[in-house]
Nanobody, 124 residues
């Protein structure tokens, strides 16, 4: 059915930028909200950002608000996460997920498909 593949992760210095991409295969991408989550070593997975089915509404965790931007291109079945002013605490595996609904949500139980993740490391 639905497969999600993240890319764009890597090693950057403090204050640098990265742009993550999540390519989706399968139908109904344009009718589902999408989200980004991250998980650092020894910590639980946490919400980062979400976007509604049509891209008109977004929601961010307080820790990334003003620095990260989520967007989507339904024609390309792709969702993006632009990350600026990166901090060491942003280091984590970043995963994209597809929601069962159409509205942006921070709740993990709303998402039923998950990508494998891409590593982001911010060094000083």
């Amino acid at each position: 059915q639905v497969q999600l593949v993240e890319s764009g992760g890597g090693l950057v210095q403090v204050g640098g930028s990265l742009r993550l991409s999540c390519a989706a295969s399968g139908r109904t991408f344009s009718s589902s909200a999408m989200g980004w989550f991250r998980q650092a070593p020894g910590k639980e997975r946490e919400f980062v950002a979400a976007i509604s089915w049509n891209g008109r509404s977004t929601y961010y965790a307080d820790s990334v608000k003003g620095r990260f931007t989520i967007s989507r291109d339904n024609a390309k079945n792709t969702v993006y996460l632009q990350m600026n002013s990166l901090k060491p605490e942003d280091t984590a595996v970043y995963s994209c997920a597809r929601s069962r609904g159409i509205y942006a949500s921070q709740l993990r139980y709303e998402y039923n498909y998950w990508g494998q993740g891409t590593q982001v490391t911010v060094s000083s």
